[in-house]
């Protein structure tokens, strides 16, 4: 996960003027699709570990609910992270295509890249130390 923040930060201020909204929101994405990707692989050995460890059916119920509940917060996060890449997204194709737009797209980007570093937050918070 640490690579994730490492990926915003360089892909968010390494981009050329011309196209830095663009790439910070390709790099936001790219993250959020690469964290994805390690915790739904992560979540799935986590459950069979779960059931593994339980004394009882019920125990492995009870386990799997409580660690459901806490991927609901992950998933959350996942679900919000990418409202607002594609906010972002619309707003500087709109305007890489000369069209008018009253929003604030810096805000939006930055609110994408907020977004991102809350899925690796809820993520981390979710596995523990």
């Known amino acids: ?11 968010a201020t390494a981009c050329g003027a011309g196209n830095k909204s663009q790439k910070a ?8 699709q690469s964290a994805g990707d390690s915790f739904t692989a992560w979540d799935a050995e986590r459950q069979l570990e779960i059931v593994d ?6 125990a492995a119920e009870a386990a799997l609910a409580d660690h459901r ?3 609901a917060v992950v998933l959350e ?20 295509e000369g069209e008018k737009f009253d929003g604030d797209v810096d805000a ?12 690796k937050a809820a993520i981390d918070a979710m596995r523990g130390p």
Do not use: D, N, W
Not at 25 to 32: D, L, P, Q, R
Not at 77 to 96: C, Q
């Open 69 to 71: 509940r806490r991927q």
């Open 1 to 11: 996960m640490r690579s994730m923040v490492l990926v915003l930060v360089v892909g």
């Open 25 to 32: 929101v390709a790099t936001a994405f790219t993250a959020v």
């Open 108 to 119: 939006l980007i930055a609110e994408a890249l907020r977004a991102v570093l809350a899925v």
């Open 53 to 58: 460890e339980a004394e009882s059916r019920e």
């Open 77 to 96: 996060a996942f679900a919000y992270a990418y409202s607002a890449i594609g906010a972002a997204a619309a707003a500087t194709v709109l305007l890489a």
